[in-house]
């Protein structure tokens, strides 16, 4: 049984391509949702919110103004790391492609290293959010406790993030 091409494509390229650009639009939709969820918590009183990363990232940006930007320690690797990997999964999606144009071996091996790239953002990603809410995580003798840890957005990047990347890789040497 041969390897059935559609087009410059092989079927595992058309695979990968589609669950690429999948994993595109999730990683999108990761970006632009709720980044931190914070829980406080006092007696039976308890109280959860979200925060989106542009809001972040507007709220870091006048703490800086003013000097104070140590307030949002680790906010500027976690927010690198966000823009990275989103930048990754589109140049995954672009090398995979012109790996199966061109279908030229050097091509494709630097599409592959394009989607190991990419699953290394989105890990980092995730470590550098966790990093961020264990700033903020703090328990006040047994009287207060504020809890923030990610939210659905970084999960989204990094899954998607990994998967997007590993197709890239998968794809990339198998086309």
Do not use: H, R
Not at 109 to 137: D, E, H, K, M, Q
Not at 143 to 154: C, D, F, R
């Amino acid at each position: 049984m041969g390897n059935k091409k559609v087009g410059k494509f092989s079927m595992a390229g058309l695979i990968a391509l589609g669950v690429v650009v999948v994993s595109l639009v999730v990683v999108i939709v990761g970006y632009v949702i709720a980044w931190l969820s914070a829980k406080g918590s006092m007696g039976s009183l308890s109280s959860t919110s979200t925060t989106k990363l542009s809001e972040l990232a507007d709220a870091y940006k006048q703490a800086k103004e003013v000097g104070a930007q140590e307030a949002y320690k680790g906010f500027s690797a976690m927010n690198a790391f966000a823009i990275l990997t989103l930048i990754a999964v589109i140049l995954s999606g672009i090398a995979l492609v012109v790996g199966s144009v061109l279908d030229v071996k050097i091509v494709k091996l630097i599409a592959a290293i394009v989607g190991i790239v990419t699953v290394v953002c989105a890990v980092v990603l995730l470590i550098t959010t966790f990093s961020f809410c264990s700033n903020y995580s703090k328990n006040i003798g047994g009287i207060a406790e504020i809890k923030v840890s990610p939210a659905v957005g970084p999960w989204l990047m990094t899954i998607f993030g990994v998967i997007g990347g590993g197709a890239t890789a998968v794809g990339a040497l198998k086309n």
